[in-house]
Antibody, heavy 120, light 113 residues
Framework: EVQLVESGGGLVKPGGSLRLSCATS????????MSWVRQAPGKGLEWVGR??????????EYAAPVKGRFIISRDDSRSILYLQMNNLKIDDTGIYYC???????????WGQGSLVTVSS | DIVMTQSPELLAVSLGERATINCKSS????????????LAWYQQKAGQPPKLLIY???TRESGVPDRFSGSVSGTDFTLTISSLQAADVAVYYC?????????FGGGTKVEIK
């Protein structure tokens, strides 16, 4: 069974930092392209960024609103995905989902999400 | 960026009736080398993460009931629920994975009339 479990969310002040983790199991993590997708309260889905697999040199791509502030990384030995979020803004508030692309789309499997609240 | 335009925003359908959701991409998302449209449909029930329903515009994900189907005509995509069940109440999103940034439609909320 595929499982993705996010952790690390919480309340942070504007300008602060937070690191999310996504522990995975049940699929070949090292072969998967991994993404983060967020959802502001009551709003739609917004892709944050992704990291490809090793054979694609772990290439990282980011959405414009987070580029230069967020960093995606992965630990293939432990099957964990990370999202380092710096200089957080109020508009970054929302549920952050990690998602695995395992051969059909980039977003085949999803975690339950981790809530990030940016507020003073 | 490729803009995905979904309609309607809200769809109220009687149990057992057909529900049709539309999605239009601002440019082609057809990869000519494999003749596949890089379009997926997701279902998100209240308080849950999205769930993949359809990929390559018309291929049903394993375990998804066959009352869900997808179709494509150029840059116009359709998700059809042939006979709406109570369990289908959710928000549905289309999404293109042809190019980054990956982009989603605004969502269609399906409810029971």
């Amino acid at each position: 069974e595929v499982q993705l479990v996010e952790s690390g969310g919480g309340l942070v002040k504007p300008g602060g930092s937070l690191r999310l983790s996504c522990a995975t199991s049940g699929f070949s993590f090292s072969d998967a392209w991994m993404s983060w997708v967020r959802q502001a309260p009551g709003k739609g889905l917004e892709w944050v960024g992704r990291i490809k697999s090793q054979i694609y040199y772990w290439t990282k791509e980011y959405a414009a609103p987070v580029k230069g502030r967020f960093i995606i990384s992965r630990d293939d030995s432990r099957s964990i995905l990370y999202l380092q979020m710096n200089n957080l803004k109020i508009d970054d508030t929302g549920i952050y989902y990690c998602s695995a692309g395992t051969g059909r789309t980039d977003l085949d499997h999803w975690g339950q999400g981790s809530l990030v609240t940016v507020s003073s | 960026d490729i803009v995905m335009t979904q309609s309607p925003e809200l769809l109220a359908v009687s149990l057992g009736e057909r529900a049709t959701i539309n999605c239009k991409s601002s440019q082609s998302i057809l990869y000519t080398s494999n003749n596949k449209s890089y379009l997926a449909w997701y279902q998100q029930k209240a308080g849950q993460p999205p769930k993949l329903l359809i990929y390559w515009a018309s291929t049903r994900e394993s375990g998804v009931p066959d009352r869900f189907s997808g179709s494509v005509s150029g840059t116009d995509f359709t998700l059809t629920i042939s006979s709406l069940q109570a369990a289908d109440v959710a928000v549905y999103y289309c999404q293109q994975y042809y190019v980054t940034p990956l982009t989603f439609g605004g969502g269609t909320k399906v409810e029971i009339k």
